[in-house]
Protein backbone atom coordinates (compact mmCIF):
# COMPACT_ATOMS: atom_id res chain seq x y z
CA UNK A 1 0.00 0.00 0.00
CA UNK A 2 1.39 3.71 -1.53
CA UNK A 3 1.40 6.29 1.79
CA UNK A 4 2.40 9.33 1.70
CA UNK A 5 2.13 11.47 4.93
CA UNK A 6 2.95 15.33 5.12
CA UNK A 7 3.64 17.11 8.32
CA UNK A 8 5.23 20.31 9.57
CA UNK A 9 2.66 22.60 8.58
CA UNK A 10 0.97 25.26 11.12
CA UNK A 11 0.49 29.06 12.09
CA UNK A 12 3.69 31.24 11.31
CA UNK A 13 4.08 34.74 11.22
CA UNK A 14 4.98 36.40 7.84
CA UNK A 15 8.76 36.44 7.72
CA UNK A 16 9.07 33.12 9.40
CA UNK A 17 9.96 29.76 7.97
CA UNK A 18 8.86 26.09 8.28
CA UNK A 19 10.06 22.95 7.06
CA UNK A 20 7.44 20.35 5.58
CA UNK A 21 8.44 16.76 5.50
CA UNK A 22 6.61 14.17 3.40
CA UNK A 23 7.37 10.45 4.26
CA UNK A 24 6.44 7.34 1.55
CA UNK A 25 5.97 4.44 1.97
CA UNK A 26 5.27 1.20 -0.30
CA UNK A 27 6.90 2.47 -3.16
CA UNK A 28 11.07 2.39 -4.63
CA UNK A 29 11.50 6.05 -3.83
CA UNK A 30 14.30 5.96 -5.93
CA UNK A 31 12.40 5.42 -9.04
CA UNK A 32 9.86 8.73 -8.33
CA UNK A 33 9.86 12.29 -8.97
CA UNK A 34 8.57 13.91 -5.90
CA UNK A 35 6.48 16.95 -6.43
CA UNK A 36 4.88 19.97 -3.41
CA UNK A 37 1.89 21.30 -4.23
CA UNK A 38 -0.79 23.76 -2.26
CA UNK A 39 -4.04 24.84 -2.57
CA UNK A 40 -5.42 28.16 -0.94
CA UNK A 41 -9.23 27.91 -0.23
CA UNK A 42 -11.03 28.98 -3.11
CA UNK A 43 -7.82 28.63 -5.55
CA UNK A 44 -6.71 25.72 -7.82
CA UNK A 45 -4.07 23.59 -7.01
CA UNK A 46 -0.27 25.07 -7.98
CA UNK A 47 2.83 23.21 -8.14
CA UNK A 48 5.31 24.80 -5.42
CA UNK A 49 8.43 22.72 -6.48
CA UNK A 50 9.19 19.22 -7.76
CA UNK A 51 12.91 17.11 -7.74
CA UNK A 52 13.68 14.43 -9.55
CA UNK A 53 14.85 10.89 -7.97
CA UNK A 54 18.22 11.55 -7.56
CA UNK A 55 18.21 15.08 -6.47
CA UNK A 56 19.85 16.66 -9.18
CA UNK A 57 17.48 18.50 -10.86
CA UNK A 58 14.54 20.67 -8.91
CA UNK A 59 12.25 23.18 -10.38
CA UNK A 60 10.31 25.90 -8.59
CA UNK A 61 7.22 28.10 -9.26
CA UNK A 62 8.18 31.83 -9.85
CA UNK A 63 6.11 32.91 -6.59
CA UNK A 64 9.03 30.69 -4.53
CA UNK A 65 12.40 31.18 -5.92
CA UNK A 66 14.54 31.76 -3.99
CA UNK A 67 12.39 31.32 -0.53
CA UNK A 68 11.51 27.50 -1.18
CA UNK A 69 14.59 24.65 -1.06
CA UNK A 70 13.19 21.37 -1.92
CA UNK A 71 15.30 18.52 -1.01
CA UNK A 72 15.09 14.21 -0.87
CA UNK A 73 16.63 11.66 1.61
CA UNK A 74 16.41 8.18 -0.37
CA UNK A 75 17.98 6.43 2.41
CA UNK A 76 14.98 7.44 4.61
CA UNK A 77 12.29 7.88 1.85
CA UNK A 78 11.47 11.46 2.72
CA UNK A 79 10.91 14.55 -0.03
CA UNK A 80 11.56 18.17 2.15
CA UNK A 81 10.32 21.66 1.42
CA UNK A 82 12.44 24.15 3.39
CA UNK A 83 10.54 27.31 3.53
CA UNK A 84 11.85 31.03 4.65
CA UNK A 85 10.50 34.37 4.54
CA UNK A 86 6.58 33.25 4.48
CA UNK A 87 4.12 35.70 3.41
CA UNK A 88 0.34 35.93 4.14
CA UNK A 89 -0.19 34.62 0.23
CA UNK A 90 1.44 31.34 1.19
CA UNK A 91 -1.01 30.38 3.18
CA UNK A 92 -2.48 26.72 1.90
CA UNK A 93 -2.60 23.24 2.36
CA UNK A 94 0.54 21.44 0.99
CA UNK A 95 0.51 18.65 -0.45
CA UNK A 96 3.28 16.39 -1.84
CA UNK A 97 2.61 13.73 -4.91
CA UNK A 98 4.92 11.42 -6.11
CA UNK A 99 5.23 9.78 -10.27
CA UNK A 100 7.67 7.41 -11.68
CA UNK A 101 9.97 9.17 -14.35
CA UNK A 102 10.19 12.48 -14.71
CA UNK A 103 9.46 15.85 -12.88
CA UNK A 104 6.82 18.25 -13.90
CA UNK A 105 5.14 20.76 -12.34
CA UNK A 106 1.60 20.01 -12.99
CA UNK A 107 -0.88 18.24 -11.01
CA UNK A 108 -2.50 16.04 -13.82
CA UNK A 109 1.04 14.07 -14.36
CA UNK A 110 0.30 12.43 -10.90
CA UNK A 111 -1.35 10.34 -9.45
CA UNK A 112 -0.21 9.60 -5.93
CA UNK A 113 -1.04 11.88 -3.21
CA UNK A 114 -0.69 12.92 0.29
CA UNK A 115 -3.36 14.37 2.46
CA UNK A 116 -1.66 17.03 2.84
CA UNK A 117 -0.49 19.27 5.77
CA UNK A 118 -2.05 23.08 6.71
CA UNK A 119 0.27 25.93 6.35
CA UNK A 120 -1.14 29.22 7.72
CA UNK A 121 0.65 32.54 7.51
CA UNK A 122 -0.23 35.86 9.52
CA UNK A 123 0.27 39.09 8.67
Known amino acids: QVQLVESGGGLVQAGESLRLSCVTS????????MTWFRQAPGKEREAVSC????????AYADSVKGRFTISRDNAENTVYLQMTTLNPEDTAMYYC????????????????WGQGTQVTVSS
Open 97 to 112: AARSGTCYLAASWYNI
Open 26 to 33: GLDFNGYA
Open 51 to 58: INWSGATT
